[in-house]
């Protein structure tokens, strides 16, 4: 778990507003922070950091060669290994250990073609300096939170809206999603233009607009494709062990001591056993 914030206003960012936004979130990730600010001050990045692998040298924000693209972190992509020697492959340069360094190489070659290859629990936020573009982009169970705020066509990203609020968004109460309890759309916030980035979506604000894209939602069988499935129930079993293993292996890739939750329900038994 670490802790990520952006923003892009009209005028140059505080310093102290920068370092209350890091502070918010330290609870986040307490082995380091880092921030990347744009040369007028008007765009800034920020990272608390909980070291889980790169563990020397995976500080954040990170930026491409040319200095065009500039990307914060949280979370984990699966299979890292995998993408990074075909990107190598290709010509692409690592500077650091890190699983997160392959969505900045992935943008820079695909663009946002490169969600299928991004397979984990993650938030990202990306600066494209080239397009004048901020992109949020959240992972598809919306494992990692990452909520956004675009006010008077200037916008902000965050792990937590207490970042938000930290970098000048206003608190101010959304009287008609708090007065509909937890019915209300997964996108909505109680606080007034604060809107969570929806699971399996990317956001791009541009200038003064923002677009919410879908790049993954739930495929479920349809009745004819369950009827024409012959499989017998121990094949059945054992393609879900075949799933279910490879799961629990990449999730258990990392530079530090790996743990497992057990609650004692068949879920948490299952990735134990």
Known sequence: MCGIFAA??????????????????????????????????????????????????????????????????NGEFYGYQAVRADLRAKGHQFQTDSDSEIALHLYRRMGMSMMPHLRGEFA?????????????????????????????GEVFFASEIKALLSLGVPAEWDWTVAASGLSHPNDETYFAGIHAVPPGCYVIARNDQIRVYTYWDWEFPTAEELQADTRSDEEV??????????????????????????????????VLG
């Open 237 to 270: 079993t054992a393609d879900f062990r075949a799933v279910l293993k490879d799961a629990v292996d990449e999730r258990q890739v990392a530079d530090v001591e790996v743990a497992c939750y057990l609650s004692g329900g068949i879920d948490s038994c299952a």
């Open 124 to 152: 990202v936020v990306i600066a494209d300096e080239r397009s004048g573009e901020m992109i949020g982009i959240r992972d598809r169970f919306g494992i990692k939170p990452l909520y956004y705020a675009n006010i008077n």
């Open 8 to 73: 892009r206003t009209n005028r140059p960012i505080a310093t102290n507003k920068i370092e209350s936004a890091l502070a918010s979130l330290y609870h986040r990730g307490p082995d380091g922070n880092g921030t990347w600010t744009s040369q007028d001050r008007q765009t800034v990045l920020g990272h608390t950091r909980l070291s889980i692998i790169g563990l020397s040298n995976g500080n954040q924000p990170m930026s491409s060669d040319d200095d065009a693209l500039h990307m914060v972190v």
